[in-house]
């Protein structure tokens, strides 16, 4: 069944495609080595980033981590307050934020949770925030719901978090999702939409490729942080010869 026959808002927007190069930003990241930049919410990386002398027309806000403290307070109240911040600072650019419907969960409350999601979602697309869909799906009974809420075949870029779907999951849930995406991949117009994956190894990022073909990979700021925390190490080690 489809997520309107269940009362569930639409994602309306047209996402358009993005040009240029984007990946995730933290702290002692250059702001001038890329067009876009991913900042996670509620970190103080955003306060950072404007300290580095970054500007903030170039930010793509997310909130690609736990809910509790960082997803949740968008339900109710403190959403306007964070939207009015985000809009102060010049941000116009953020991606849906998706509350966690772990396929673990039983099916009413993952249907809540998708609802929660497309509610915010509306929200953010209604403050006039440019908004890239975060597509998710959990239960296979649930998928069509999951994926008819985004008016696919109009998007030109939409990001898939494959955050939590390495070697180091369950073998259940690692086939969750290589279903869900085989699923997602049938509604998709070929050559329109960018796919914007966004994983923690380069693993599921090899995987993807090697079955739907090209994405546009951009690294969790988990491994982000891990990643320059190796460069630092062996630029420390070679007597800070290295070159960035």
Request: with cysteine; net charge positive; proline share 4%.
């Amino acid at each position: 069944m489809a997520a309107k026959e269940w009362g569930i808002p639409l994602f309306e927007q047209k996402c358009p495609k993005f040009k240029g190069t984007v990946f995730t930003w933290i702290p002692g990241v250059r702001v001038d080595v890329a067009d876009w930049y991913l900042i996670l919410y509620h970190t103080g990386d955003l306060r950072r980033y404007g300290e580095a002398g970054g500007d903030y027309s170039k930010v793509i806000v997310h909130f690609l981590t736990h809910d509790a403290g960082v997803i949740e307070p968008l339900w109710g109240n403190k959403l306007s307050t964070r939207i009015r911040f985000l809009l102060d600072l010049g941000i116009t650019h953020i991606i849906a934020p998706d509350f966690s419907a772990w396929a673990l969960l039983p099916l009413a409350v993952q249907l809540y949770e998708h609802y929660r999601s497309m509610v915010v979602t509306h929200d953010l697309c209604q403050a006039g925030f440019t908004v890239i869909p975060n597509v998710c799906w959990s239960s296979p009974q649930l998928r069509e719901i999951n994926l008819t809420s985004w008016n696919l075949e109009d998007q030109q870029t939409i990001l898939v978090d494959a955050n939590h779907t390495g070697r180091k999951y369950l073998k259940a849930d690692q086939r969750l999702f290589w279903d869900g995406a085989r699923q997602l991949q049938e509604c998709l117009i070929p050559d329109r939409t960018c796919v914007w994956l966004y994983v923690s190894t380069p693993y599921v990022a090899k995987k993807w490729q090697t079955l739907f073909g090209a994405a546009t990979i951009i690294y969790s700021r988990i491994a982000t942080l891990r990643s320059l925390s190796k460069f630092l190490k062996r630029l420390m080690r070679s007597g800070g010869e290295e070159n960035g």
